[in-house]
């Protein structure tokens, strides 16, 4: 059974960091890739970063150079390193197992980021 934990998320303040992880079971890690996306309130899902089994990794554009997403397949874990946030970041954000067509997620981990 595929299992994805999230954990990391908090309250910030605009401008600050958090570092959230995914914990994987159930499947080789190390031969998917991975993906985090995200739902603001009210709105749908949203895709915000892929991390491939080549290292490669690309970013949707409304975080694009302040977000940062790694993989320790040894561990079994993705990482989304996320500084420099904004009120718009506000969501609950998924680990997601495969790339933007993901095949599972998990429960999410909220992110709220308030002065």
């Known amino acids: 059974e595929v299992q994805l934990v999230e954990s990391g998320g908090g309250s910030v303040q605009p401008g600050g960091s958090l570092r959230l992880s995914c914990a994987a079971s159930?499947?080789?890690?190390?031969?998917?890739?991975m993906s985090w996306v995200r739902q603001a309130p009210g709105k749908g899902l949203e895709w915000i970063s892929t991390?491939?089994?080549?290292?490669?990794?690309n970013y949707a554009d409304s975080v694009k150079g302040r977000f940062t997403v790694s993989r320790e397949n040894g561990k079994n874990r993705l990482y989304l390193r996320m500084s420099s946030l904004e009120p718009e970041d506000t969501a609950v954000y998924y680990c997601?197992?495969?790339?933007?067509?993901?095949?599972?997620r998990g429960q999410g981990t909220q992110v709220t980021v308030s002065s």
């Open positions: 159930g499947f080789t890690f190390s031969t998917y890739a």
């Open positions: 991390s491939y089994t080549s290292g490669a990794a």
């Open positions: 997601a197992q495969g790339g933007r067509s993901w095949l599972n």
